[in-house]
């Protein structure tokens, strides 16, 4: 389910920056801004709330029903990363920063920017769980490789 999260968010958030409505986009940024707030006070489960709704409004301002109708299984991934403690207690300040950079170039209607952001993030989710995987000794079954289009 993460590889095909992977494959689909940066897409995504390519073409929410066409398609995202000024509203919708603005509300991309608070959400990222909420989110900053509630990892840096370590309040986990409204980070979370959060995070989930972020990537679901990502989905939405695509404008592609296909990935629209993902947004369960982004939650349940995201949801399944806090339950297993693959996630750490205070997000990365990156993680953060990737969120808002991601918000802003839907803003801004750069949807090559927004697409490395959410490719960016993607692959810090990717060595987060990576890193509790080893401390834990827990098996590594993830690909690093995200999904980027051919040049």
């Not at 980070?47 to 989905?59: A, K, M, T, Y």
């Not at 296909?66 to 993680?95: N, S």
Request: hydrophobic share 45%; net charge negative.
């Amino acid at each position: 389910m993460t590889e095909l999260r992977t494959a689909i968010e940066p897409h995504a958030a390519l073409l929410a920056a066409d398609r995202a409505g000024h509203d919708e986009a603005s509300d991309l940024v608070g959400l990222a801004a909420k989110m900053w707030a509630a990892g840096k006070a370590g309040d986990e489960e409204r980070f979370l709330r959060l995070d989930i709704e972020f990537h679901r409004r990502v989905l939405l301002a695509s404008g592609n029903e296909m990935f629209v109708r993902l947004q369960d299984l982004v939650a349940e991934v995201l949801t399944g990363r806090h339950k297993h403690h693959l996630m750490p207690h205070h997000p990365h300040e990156e993680a953060l920063r990737l969120h808002a950079e991601v918000a802003q170039a839907i803003q801004r209607h750069e949807g090559e920017r927004a697409r490395l952001a959410m490719v960016q993030l993607m692959e810090q989710a990717f060595e987060e769980m990576r890193s509790l995987w080893e401390q834990t000794a827990e098996p590594v079954r993830l690909s690093r490789s995200v999904a980027r289009p051919p040049r």
